[in-house]
């Protein structure tokens, strides 16, 4: 887990790995603690669901409930509908207050992603979403932080999802709607957060499988790759000249999309993959077989027809 600026190296995105370190598994950054008074306000917002590659992070914004006001007039918004150049100006304004602004982020790597979609029972991506929500007030909450009011940008049926937040966190009040980061300036700082991170890890994301053990280069990079979504043309011809028909594709992409799937079934090698289980069965069957035939082979030199003639 990252903790604070000094835990993310010369990085200008303290919430992303360092320059040069692979993105191996899911993380949590937290900035340094506000110091002010509270009841705090606390929005919660994500950044990736949809797409088939990156990280899927989630991020949350909190301050003194006093701070409202002030908070208005800082510019956030939902992250989609601002510029990069914006949104990075706003993660420095979040960070710029400390006694009064603090910010975390969940980010989910493309790996865990789909291992939790595939295992058995599988953890789909709405359980991992409330998964990450709850881990972050969690955190919060043992920060000292008094929460008193949290707003949740979520999408389908919300008053289930208010009412299961409410049940895990009492004394709280949980607003959870779609498009909060359009309605409350709190939840638009979080959008920030995990949207500004999410960008720069798939902007400086190093492909561990480009460095082979003969020292050969591969050729993936993350030049063209489009939004990310499935349905992006770019992305599309991203993922069709990244695949290795042996290896299949680089830890970027997540490999339980339906996307994914179909392209490796069409582009790449059948593998069988036998378990040891498996393996012992096969090598005992071939040895019974074996013998067998060797004691066909003795009874037809001996002239035997049945157990009888002996």
């Not at 701070?67 to 990075?88: C, M, N, V, W």
Request: aromatic fraction near 8%.
């Amino acid at each position: 887990m990252f903790e604070s600026e000094s835990a993310s190296g010369p990085s200008s995105i303290p919430s992303a790995p360092a320059p040069s370190t692979p993105l191996r598994e899911s993380y949590t950054y937290h900035s340094p603690t506000p110091t002010a008074d509270g009841p705090y306000i606390l929005g919660v917002d994500e950044a990736g669901r949809g797409p088939v590659l990156g990280p899927l992070v989630y991020g949350v914004a909190y301050c003194p409930v006093a701070y409202k006001e002030k908070l208005e007039d800082l510019g956030f918004a939902d992250s989609k509908t601002l510029t990069a150049e914006i949104r990075s100006g706003l993660l420095d304004t979040l960070s710029s207050d400390p006694a009064n602004l603090g910010w975390s982020v969940r980010v989910i790597s493309p790996q865990a992603i789909s291992s939790g979609m595939l295992r058995r029972p599988p953890a789909n991506l709405n359980v991992q979403s409330q998964d990450a929500t709850i881990l972050l007030i969690q955190e919060v909450l043992k920060k000292g932080i008094e929460l008193t009011e949290v707003y949740v940008d979520a999408l389908g049926t919300t008053s289930t999802y208010q009412a299961y937040l409410s049940s895990c966190f009492p004394g709280i009040n949980f607003t959870v709607e779609s498009k909060a980061d359009d309605k409350f300036k709190i939840v638009g700082a979080a959008s920030v957060a995990a949207k500004v991170t999410r960008d720069a890890c798939i902007e400086d994301w190093v492909f561990e499988e480009n460095i082979h053990t003969d020292g050969v280069k591969g050729n993936w990079a993350t030049e063209d790759l489009g939004s990310g979504y499935p349905g992006d043309p770019k992305t599309k011809e991203w993922l069709r000249n990244s695949i290795e028909p042996v290896f299949g594709l680089p830890k970027l992409v997540r490999f339980s999309w339906s996307t994914v799937k179909v392209l490796l079934e069409k582009e790449g090698k059948a593998v069988q993959w036998i378990d040891e289980g498996q393996a012992s069965l096969i090598q005992a069957f071939e040895s019974a077989k074996g013998r067998e035939k060797d004691r066909s082979a003795a009874t037809k030199d001996l002239g035997l027809r049945s157990v009888g003639m002996l």
